[in-house]
C-alpha cells in the first residue's frame, strides 16, 4: 500500500435524504499532466488532506474488499494503494496486476462507438438490422428496424429484461416489450450487442479496434476476455487512470485527439433520455434530481452519490469497480476490488469514499 504524502436496491431514505453541498466552478483541463506512455513514471503531487483523514480512507478501503485505489489532481498521482486479496490468503495486489472491470468497461465501448461515428463507419440513429442484418431479435421485422444504435447506448431498446438470462443475446432471448425510448432498463443483452455491432461496422475485432483507437494512444495495457455471454475488459488500475485521464482532457491526450466529435463526446456524459437523467451514453450521471438502478422502474429522488461532486460522472461496475471523473476539480477516482456491499453497482460504497473524503478530521 502506498501514497504519495507530499505531493440491489439500497436504502432510499438514507440516500435521498441527503442534501449536496455546491461543487466548486469548473477548472480549465488544458493545463493538464500526461504521463509517459512507454514508463511506470508518473509525477506525484497532493490532495491536501491531512494524516489522520489519510488513514481513515486506507481503513475504508481495505476493509471492503479494495485491491486499488487511484486517485489524480491535474493528472498527476495525488493517492495509489494496493492491498492484499482477502479471497487468497492475502496475496498484494501489484502496480501491474491486472482485474476486471465488469460495466464500468461499458464506457471504453460507448468511447469506442463515437469514434467508429466519427469514422463514418455507422451513426448513432442507424437501425441495428442495418448492420447486424435482419432476425437479431425474436421481434418482427418492423419492431426490429425501430430499434436504433443509440438506443443500445442508453438502455431503450424496449426489450425485456425479464428473460430467464438477461445476459444471454441470442435472438430468441431478445423479446419485445415496449416501442424503443418508452422505458429505461439496465438490460446487458443489447448493450453486448454493440460488440458486433462494432466489429461488423469497423472490419476489426474489439480488441484490435480498442488497441488502435485508444489503448496505443494513451498508454493502457489489458485485454479483454469473454465470461459467459460477456466481453470484459481486464487492465491494471493505472490503465483505468488513463483512460479516466483522457476522458477528463475532453478526449485528448497531450496534444493528441483521442475523440474529434465533442457534441459525441458532450452527449455520451448527458443525459441521454429523459427517463433515468442520470444515465448518458453507458456513462453514469451524479447530481442529478432523480436516478434509476437496475431491476427498479421507479426513480428515486436526488444524486446517486449524494456526497460526490455533483459533475462527476463514472463507469461503474460490479463489485465495486469505479472509473470517476470530476471535471470541476479536476479529479479522477479509480476503484478496482471485491464486493462491498450486496447490490448489483455498489453506489453506497462509493458515497462513503467521498464522505470520507470531504469530511473533516
Avoid at 453506489?347 to 473524503?357: G, K, P, S
Amino acid at each position: 500500500m502506498k501514497y504519495y504524502p507530499f505531493l440491489f436496491i439500497f436504502s432510499a431514505i438514507a440516500f435521498c435524504s441527503c442534501q449536496e453541498s455546491p461543487s466548486p466552478a469548473p477548472i480549465p483541463t488544458t493545463d493538464l499532466y500526461f504521463p509517459p506512455l512507454q514508463s511506470g513514471n508518473w509525477e506525484t503531487t497532493s490532495l491536501g488532506l491531512e494524516e489522520e483523514k489519510l488513514e481513515e480512507l486506507e481503513q475504508l478501503l481495505a476493509e471492503n474488499g479494495t485491491r486499488a485505489f487511484i486517485v489524480l489532481k491535474d493528472g498527476k498521482m495525488a493517492l495509489e494503494y494496493y492491498f492484499g486479496n482477502r479471497l487468497t490468503g492475502n496475496q498484494p495486489f501489484q502496480e501491474n496486476s491486472a482485474w476486471y472491470w465488469a460495466s464500468a468497461g461499458k464506457t471504453l465501448t460507448a468511447t469506442l462507438v463515437g469514434i467508429a461515428q466519427e469514422e463514418g463507419r455507422l451513426s448513432l440513429d442507424q437501425p441495428t438490422s442495418e448492420i447486424l442484418g435482419p432476425g437479431w431479435s425474436s421481434l418482427t421485422a418492423e419492431q426490429e428496424n425501430r430499434i436504433q444504435i443509440w438506443h443500445h447506448l442508453s438502455m431503450t431498446t424496449g426489450l425485456d429484461e425479464g428473460v430467464s438470462n438477461s445476459d444471454d443475446y441470442a435472438p430468441e432471448n431478445l423479446q419485445y416489450l415496449t416501442d424503443p425510448g418508452q422505458r429505461w432498463a439496465y438490460h446487458n443483452a443489447p448493450y453486448t450487442l454493440l460488440d458486433p455491432i462494432l466489429e461488423q461496422a469497423t472490419g476489426l475485432g474489439l480488441s484490435e479496434y480498442f488497441q488502435q483507437k485508444i489503448g496505443a494512444k494513451i498508454g493502457m495495457t489489458g485485454f479483454w476476455q469473454e465470461i459467459g455471454y460477456n466481453r470484459v475488459f481486464f487492465s491494471d488500475a493505472r490503465s483505468m487512470a488513463r483512460f479516466g485521464l483522457m476522458i477528463l482532457a475532453k478526449g485528448m491526450w497531450g496534444s493528441e485527439e483521442i475523440i474529434t466529435d465533442k457534441a459525441y463526446l458532450q452527449a455520451m456524459l448527458t443525459p441521454s433520455q429523459e427517463l433515468n437523467e442520470s444515465y448518458g451514453y453507458l456513462w453514469w450521471l451524479n447530481g442529478k434530481s432523480s436516478f434509476m438502478v437496475p431491476g427498479v422502474q421507479s426513480p428515486f429522488p436526488g444524486s446517486f452519490i449524494p456526497n460526490g461532486p455533483s459533475d462527476m460522472v463514472c463507469g461503474m461496475g460490479r463489485d465495486g469497480q469505479y472509473v470517476c471523473v470530476v471535471p470541476s476539480q479536476n479529479l479522477v477516482l479509480v476503484r478496482m476490488g471485491e464486493n462491498p456491499e450486496q447490490s448489483l453497482i455498489a453506489f453506497r460504497f462509493l458515497d462513503t469514499i467521498w464522505e470520507t473524503i470531504h469530511s473533516t478530521p
